[in-house]
């Protein structure tokens, strides 16, 4: 009987102690939170992006009527089809200003503006909300909100120069 309550014992120990090395949803959020902040603050320092965290099967949704708005299938198609077209529209890349970031399990939540100058010498701002889902510290779906006119009017009055 010792040998069995030891047994017991052992198991209850390892169940213990297993979910207490479970990774909580408040782990999560707080882990998904510090990648996209960081992220967001080497965008600011021009050292880096949120498009770093990318996987590359994502899925990046442009929600509205601008003209980049649907559904992204792949880092490669948006980076090619938005970002890189974008960027060569840029004289001086945006930078974020994060007004509020919220998590919620695999989701962050960004709500931010940014701001830089266009090839022609406009300014552009824009105010963003992004809805980022994360797995292992990739996002891998996500729903960008902006302001569609803004975005319009720079998309259709700059001619974009090949960026890498």
Do not use: C, H
Not at 31 to 52: H, I, K, L, Q
Not at 61 to 78: D, H, M, P, Q, V
Not at 90 to 106: C, F, H, N, Q, T
């Amino acid at each position: 009987m010792p040998g069995f309550i030891a047994s017991v014992a052992l198991l209850a120990a390892i169940v213990i102690g297993g979910s207490a090395m479970a990774e909580t949803a408040e782990d999560i959020e707080t882990r998904n939170v510090a990648a996209v902040e960081a992220s967001f603050n080497a965008w600011a320092d021009g050292t880096g992006s949120p498009y770093d965290l990318l996987a590359e099967d994502a899925t990046w949704t442009i929600t509205g009527n601008s003209l980049a708005s649907k559904t992204y299938n792949g880092r490669e198609a948006f980076m090619s089809e938005v970002i890189r077209p974008f960027v060569g529209r840029m004289s001086v890349g945006l930078k974020p200003v994060i007004r509020e970031m919220y998590a919620d399990g695999d989701t962050v939540i960004v709500f931010f503006d940014a701001a830089g100058t266009a090839r022609d010498g406009q300014p552009y701002e824009n105010t963003y909300a992004w809805f980022l889902e994360l797995d292992n510290g990739r996002i891998v779906r996500a729903s960008a909100f902006f302001d569609s006119i803004a975005f319009n009017d720079l998309w259709e009055r700059v001619a974009p120069v090949q960026t890498k």
